[in-house]
């Protein structure tokens, strides 16, 4: 290995590792399409598109041109009493493509972030309006929103923030409203807690880092009907189910509601740059205008808007509307729907299920993490397992032979 490896990798702390007994790290010095090219000239074909950020695979030649014009122009800019033409242009778009009156769109930098963000207007929203005693908010068990305080005090606490469970504020949390009982559940808990709570706050369709489950659209249209009963506000959280993932450009879409707030990032700029975006409802939005400083949104990342991250945002947006990309998640859906089904009968299998760009198969028991990780290295694909659940959520632009790799590496894998 070159030195810049060893040396560096004395210093560097990885996410989620136990770092006295975690595998190296492979050394990726190249990528394109769907593929990472490592440092010892092997080639992997990522199954999970970079952390569900790579929607039009790596390396794009628009986005990565996109980044250089702009490089060239103004790479960043503060947003304190100034803005950038790629922030406009971005802000605009997002307002156009999001649902319904979702118009006024705050930028930071990365998912959790956003969901802060989001949660930070929902209690200043119920301020401004003269109720400050609302400050809790109502998640679902299974979700999963992000590692900074607030994120992880509405992430379901049974997942792996549990070292934190005496640190962030209680929450209220509910089963999503999947059949008469649980919606009875979350009423009674809306009824009890309604007057303190600010928000609900739910991924659509899809809770992805909670264990990649998925409910239908029937049970977002509950949610946003439960908060309207309590007049509640709903934060949509779309970080992993936006741009595409579950079939449709916004999970939200499928079910044909509009949330208050929606949380963005991940695929907002293609996997290229750290971007993200709190987009709010006009009637929010209206809660913050006032003669009175103090109404104001005290919020501003020093790399809001930054100019690289929303020039390879709109590249991403362009790639939306000129290339099939909803066809090509529909070829995906349907490819993986038929090459998965055979890890069905494997010993150790519990269920296989796919939705939009998102094929999981869920095992009966927590397996070696990092032996899987191998196995799937060793057959040239790059697929992350976590907890019982392994899964593919390609780029969109992976090819048919490319995906039957890497469902056969999974069927091969577990098979043993
Ligand atoms: C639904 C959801 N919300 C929030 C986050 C946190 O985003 P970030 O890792 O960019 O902070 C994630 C990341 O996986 C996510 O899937």
């Known amino acids: 290995m070159s030195s810049w490896y060893s040396e560096g990798l004395e210093h560097l702390w990885l996410p989620y590792s136990q770092m006295k007994t975690a595998?190296?790290?492979?050394?990726?010095?190249?990528?394109?399409?769907?593929?990472?090219?490592?440092?010892?000239?092997?080639?992997?074909?990522?199954g999970i598109a970079g952390w569900w950020t790579a929607a039009h695979g790596y390396n794009h030649p628009q986005i990565v041109a996109a980044i250089k014009k702009q490089a060239q122009a103004l790479p960043h800019v503060m947003m304190g009493g100034l803005v950038n033409k790629p922030a406009l242009r971005l802000a605009k778009r997002l307002a156009d493509i999001t649902p319904g009156d979702l118009n006024k769109v705050f930028f930071a930098e990365s998912g959790s972030v956003s969901v802060e963000i989001a949660i930070k207007m929902a209690v200043q929203y119920w301020n401004n309006k003269g109720e400050p005693g609302r400050t809790k908010f109502l998640s679902f068990l299974g979700g999963y929103h992000g590692d900074t305080t607030m994120a992880m005090a509405v992430t379901d606490p049974g997942g792996m923030h549990r070292a934190f469970a005496d640190f962030v504020p209680g929450e209220i949390f509910a089963r999503l409203p999947e059949d008469e009982k649980t919606e009875a559940a979350l009423e009674a808990l809306l009824k009890k807690h309604g007057g303190q709570i600010a928000a609900l706050i739910t991924e659509p369709l899809v809770q992805g880092a909670g264990g990649m489950k998925f409910h239908d659209p029937g049970t977002l249209k509950k949610i946003r009907a439960a908060a309207d009963r309590h007049d509640l506000l709903l934060i949509a959280d779309e970080i992993f189910t936006g741009f595409g993932r579950t079939g449709a450009l916004f999970a939200c879409d499928q079910a044909g509601i509009v949330p208050d707030i929606m949380c963005l990032s991940k695929a907002l700029t293609g996997g290229v740059m750290p971007l993200s975006a709190a987009i709010v409802r006009e009637h929010v939005f209206e809660a913050f205008l006032s003669d009175d400083p103090a109404k104001a949104f005290m919020h501003g990342p020093t790399y809001m808007g930054n100019a690289l991250g929303c020039a390879a945002a709109n590249a991403s947006l362009d790639l939306f509307e000129s290339e099939p990309r909803l066809e090509q998640i529909q070829a995906i859906s349907g490819q993986m729907e038929h090459e998965l089904q055979y890890c069905q009968n494997i010993r150790g299998v519990k269920n296989v299920r796919v939705k939009g760009a998102i094929g999981v198969v869920e095992l009966k028991e927590t397996p070696d993490h990092e032996a899987l990780g191998r196995a799937f290295v060793e057959k040239g694909c790059w697929i992350r397992p976590f907890g019982n659940i392994v899964y593919l959520t390609p780029s969109y632009i992976i090819g048919a032979d490319d995906l039957s790799r890497l469902t056969s590496a999974i069927h091969e894998v577990l098979k043993g």
């Open 23 to 46: 595998g190296k790290p492979l050394a990726v010095v190249g990528a394109g399409g769907v593929r990472l090219k490592l440092e010892d000239g092997r080639e992997l074909i990522d």
